[in-house]
């Protein structure tokens, strides 16, 4: 086989250009600019325009009504003008700002040629399954494929049909009247030509899960044969070179980006004093009654409103946790078709858990249910695909069918509830167990179970992170998943933590872990002392409807009256969520559990939920800093007890879940900011591709981001507020210092303007302090202090 590395590296190298994507099926957010981290934000969003034409700041209709909304601090905003140099007067600055002209495309016929038959030629190869008739030759990788396959499509020019055999020769072909200090341009410019289907490869390519281990693609044979048809039809095999340029050079701050930070800071410093408030009074409050209950959730921001609901419904204390339970794991669910990555995309999966029966009455209802359903649905595909019979099938059911989509589309709550009631099947959790002890007789990629040390280290883990002081008699991890009837971004509302997949699974391994007598012994010899009196059980959050779903079955009879009150003020709890967010949606808040029921069911509802929606703020502390506000679910919560910890366990929350946060409110921003470039348009035309993705309309790039109805409540109503992430943490600043001085990847975040990062030091007099660059750390205001921290600019 022909290699090059230096051709190699070098399109490694241009790849950054374009942030990886995942299949829709497993969805997971992430920024689509990740690959621009290293420099200052701006300069990144300048660059990314450049490239791939996206704009990455929000308009200056979006400054305009957060203006008039009061969102902004005028105070803030002017200073900040003033000192940018622009005129600090808002109104002329906000005219100026609209008055900007866009920069016009780059693209030619000839290029939208290229982009329309490799699209095609994609979507064939990197079909997963939905494919009646699959594309030839798959097995041998996308470039070979390509060979034998293009003579006969009459839309690929004959120049393209007689390819060398490797594809480095084809690059090199293509590239040889070019210098070769363009070649890395070039391979730049054509992977951003179509980036979601590039970012579809890179994380392909990098994951190596079964697809691409049984159908190769790489990025050289990609390029191949772009390069190879843009040659063919004479489109540019090179960026034009452009040394004008009309903008801010690269260390002028964008008028946008001052309205930005004006904004962000109006929004961060509510939040900070806020908590700095709280902090005071934590100080002073000695209760340390035993609760009736403790549920941990997931820090993501729909957490916030269902734990304010189940604190007010009873005596329960909440926690945040990421919600794959510190569990790295691949899951092999019970008559599931493909195992699935149940851990952020940041960490590789190191166990295998399955999914095995323990009680054989009610697998075997399960098995005949499942395969009566089965094969009904396969029944009903061939007749769809088989012209012989579709007309037949309609004449005879027609009538019936008929009726029963236009139920589902007018009476769509009543359906689910029917639904519901004829599923007489068991779900899996009442008569499986998952494998958490180490099996070294199962035999697969990743070894099953865990062992008795991991298991206390996984345990041990989640109470130190979380400052675990005591146990209730009862502990719930509760994971979560949404329910959508009709949504090819269902994973999106899935537990982004758990890579897009519901979070129920981890709650269930988490649980079964802290029941092992033998972990419980050791967590004890640790210095964690578990009751003996306390079981832990796992629940699934329903997100759209509210619902909190016990997986009790393993609970002895000693704790049935605990588990009937947590269970009716779960539902207590439910009502009054579901109103709120009923509310949210613009339905009524009277009827909030059956409106919300009514979104899970309708199939023609584009907005089942709002997601993540409005996320802004993700504040490390103890609960008792927040549990007395209302933050409108725009913030992550992760608990944290400084005093509980020596550094370990806000290290790993610094650089684990604040990580992927960021991710997450990157997504959100620039799929608001610019939802053509960085977004997926409207859910109306989606047109999903192979289970990959989804087109706007028949043909072109895959749409990576979030569609408009995730972000907006109407077309010219944005609900998202475009805000980089606000981190507030309650630590020592001294220690926050320390964790950023040993992780250059965070500085290099909080230094470029990615996210901010404010730290409430409870040791001096819980004052809030704001990370202003390098490793220095200023008071957010004369409010808190006029005399910088004793620990600013730690080398430690």
Same mark, same amino acid.
């Given at each position: ?342 851990c952020p995309p940041i960490l590789d999966a190191e166990h295998r858990i399955a999914e095995r029966p323990t009680a054989a009455a009610e697998a075997d209802a399960y098995d005949d249910w499942h395969a009566a359903l089965d094969a009904g649905k396969a029944a009903v595909k061939r007749l769809k695909s088989n012209a012989a019979t579709a007309f037949s099938f309609v004449e005879s059911a027609g009538a019936g069918y008929g009726a029963a989509l236009a139920a589902r ?36 990629? @990743? *070894?099953?179970? &865990? ?7 996984? !345990? $041990?883990? =989640?109470? /130190?992170?979380? %400052?675990? +002081? ?95 009150? @947590? *269970?009716?003020? &779960? ?7 579901? !109103? $709120?967010? =009923?509310? /949210?949606?613009? %339905?009524? +808040? ?165 996210l901010s990062l404010t730290v409430v030091d409870p040791t001096q007099d819980h004052r809030a302090f704001h990370y202003e660059g390098a490793l220095s750390w200023k008071p957010m205001d004369e409010r808190v202090a006029s005399r910088a921290p004793t620990a600013a600019a730690s080398d430690d």
């Amino acid at each position: 086989m022909s290699t090059d590395p230096a051709i190699e590296a070098s399109i490694d190298a241009a790849a950054d250009a374009v942030g990886s994507a995942w299949p829709i099926h497993s969805f997971v957010t992430a920024n689509p600019l990740a690959g621009y981290e290293d420099r200052p934000f701006h300069e990144a969003v300048a660059d990314a325009e450049r490239l791939l034409g996206g704009d990455g700041y929000p308009s200056a209709d979006t400054f305009r009504r957060a203006w008039a909304a009061g969102r902004i601090d005028p105070e803030r905003l002017r200073s900040r003008l003033d000192a940018h140099g622009y005129d600090a007067d808002p109104e002329a600055s906000l005219d100026r700002m609209a008055a900007a002209d866009p920069d016009d495309g780059t693209a030619t016929p000839e290029t939208d040629r290229v982009d329309a038959i490799v699209a095609k030629w994609l979507a064939a190869f990197l079909d997963q399954g939905s494919a009646s008739w699959s594309m030839p030759n798959r097995e041998a990788g996308f470039y070979e494929a390509f060979r034998t396959v293009a003579p006969h499509d009459s839309d690929v020019p004959d120049a393209v049909v007689d390819l060398p055999e490797e594809p480095i020769d084809a690059i090199r072909d293509c590239l040889a009247a070019h210098p070769v200090g363009r070649w890395q341009d070039s391979f730049e410019f054509h992977l951003a030509a179509l980036p979601g289907w590039t970012g579809l490869l890179k994380q392909r390519a990098a994951d190596g899960d079964a697809w691409q281990s049984t159908y190769p693609i790489t990025l050289p044979g990609y390029l191949a044969v772009r390069l190879t048809l843009a040659d063919a039809v004479d489109a540019p095999l090179v960026p034009p070179e452009d040394g004008t340029d009309d903008r801010t050079d690269a260390g002028t701050v964008p008028l946008a980006d001052v309205w930005l930070s004006a904004w962000e800071a109006t929004y961060r410093s509510e939040l900070a004093e806020s908590v700095a408030d709280a902090s005071e009074s934590v100080a002073e409050d000695g209760d340390d009654d035993r609760p009736d209950a403790q549920l941990v959730f997931c820090i993501d921001t729909r957490s916030e409103i269902i734990r304010r609901h189940v604190e007010a419904a009873g005596d329960y204390e909440t926690f945040g946790y990421a919600g794959f339970f510190g569990v790295p794991m691949r899951w092999d669910g019970y008559d599931a078709d493909v195992t699935v990555d149940a851990c952020p995309p940041i960490l590789d999966a190191e166990h295998r858990i399955a999914e095995r029966p323990t009680a054989a009455a009610e697998a075997d209802a399960y098995d005949d249910w499942h395969a009566a359903l089965d094969a009904g649905k396969a029944a009903v595909k061939r007749l769809k695909s088989n012209a012989a019979t579709a007309f037949s099938f309609v004449e005879s059911a027609g009538a019936g069918y008929g009726a029963a989509l236009a139920a589902r589309t007018l009476l769509p709550g009543r359906v689910r509830d029917l639904f519901h009631a004829a599923d007489r099947s068991p779900e899996t959790h009442e008569f499986c167990e998952p494998t958490v002890d180490y099996n070294p007789d199962s035999v697969h990629e @990743l *070894r099953e179970g &865990l062992t008795l040390e991991e298991k206390v280290t996984y !345990a $041990e883990t =989640a109470f /130190d992170l979380m %400052g675990w +002081a005591e146990f209730a008699r009862v502990v719930v991890f509760t994971g979560h998943a949404s329910e959508t009837a009709n949504n090819p971004f269902d994973s999106s509302l899935d537990c982004g933590a758990c890579a897009g997949n519901p979070g129920g699974p981890n709650a269930r391994v988490l649980a079964a872990i802290c029941n092992d007598d033998a972990v419980k012994a050791e967590l004890r010899e640790r210095g964690i002392d578990v009751p003996h009196d306390t079981v832990f059980l796992a629940a699934e959050h329903n997100t759209t409807t509210d619902e909190v779903q016990l997986y009790d079955g393993h609970v002895p009879e000693t704790h049935a009256e605990d588990i009937d009150r @947590l *269970r009716a003020d &779960l539902a207590t709890a439910r009502a009054d969520a579901a !109103a $709120e967010r =009923a509310a /949210d949606m613009g %339905g009524d +808040a009277d009827a909030g559990v059956r409106e919300t029921q009514r979104r899970a069911g309708d199939w023609a509802e584009t907005r089942p939920e709002w997601g993540l929606a409005g996320n802004a703020g993700f504040v490390v502390g103890p609960r008792a800093l927040t549990d007395g506000l209302d933050l409108d679910g725009r913030s992550f919560l992760h608990s944290y007890d400084w005093e509980t910890d020596d550094g370990e366990a806000l290290d790993a929350i610094l650089t684990g879940p604040m990580v992927v946060t960021q991710w997450i409110n990157a997504q959100y921003y620039f799929s608001t900011v610019d939802n053509a470039a960085y977004g997926s348009g409207s859910k109306v035309t989606h047109n999903p591709v192979g289970n990959v993705g989804v087109y706007q309309g028949n043909g072109g790039d895959l749409m990576t981001g979030l569609p408009l109805q995730s972000l907006t409540s109407a077309d010219d109503e944005p609900y998202h507020q475009p805000l980089r992430l606000s981190t507030v943490v309650h630590a020592p600043v001294e220690r926050v210092t320390g964790i950023l001085a040993d992780h250059e990847e965070l500085t290099t975040l909080l230094d470029n303007g990615w996210l901010s990062l404010t730290v409430v030091d409870p040791t001096q007099d819980h004052r809030a302090f704001h990370y202003e660059g390098a490793l220095s750390w200023k008071p957010m205001d004369e409010r808190v202090a006029s005399r910088a921290p004793t620990a600013a600019a730690s080398d430690d």
